[in-house]
């Protein structure tokens, strides 16, 4: 998983989040990675899915993410829904220390879209 990020953000490590497309392949992904961060002693504040196809908002995601007190995101999905989801945490002023995502996000969508709200991922 991503060790690397408890060492450079211990405080975040008991206060993760997990947000993945509603799909099944994406949700066993989230899943092992939810496995795999708890076998670090991790914690888990919040999990939850997305419609595959993206949601015409993302606030109620960001809200949900800044009232558990998320401070750490594990995403799992493709590069657009992410920065929208990023759009909307600026618009809410909320930052997570990180967001880990997968290799697909190494797509200039993500930054085209995202632009300055892109941050910490």
Request: charged letters at 20%.
């Amino acid at each position: 998983m991503a060790p690397g990020l408890g060492k450079k953000f211990p405080e975040s490590t008991q206060h993760v989040g997990v947000l993945t497309g509603a799909l099944p392949t994406t949700a066993k992904i989230a899943n092992n990675d939810r496995e795999a961060i708890e076998s670090l002693g991790w914690k888990v504040v919040y999990s939850d899915l997305y419609p595959a196809a993206g949601t015409a908002t993302w606030t109620p995601y960001v809200q949900a993410l800044k009232d558990k007190g998320v401070r750490g995101l594990i995403w799992v999905g493709e590069p657009e829904s992410l920065a929208k989801l990023e759009l909307a945490m600026a618009a809410l002023d909320y930052d997570v220390d990180w967001i880990r995502a997968p290799p697909n996000h190494n797509d200039q969508t993500l930054i085209d879209v995202a632009g300055p709200a892109l941050r910490n991922t």
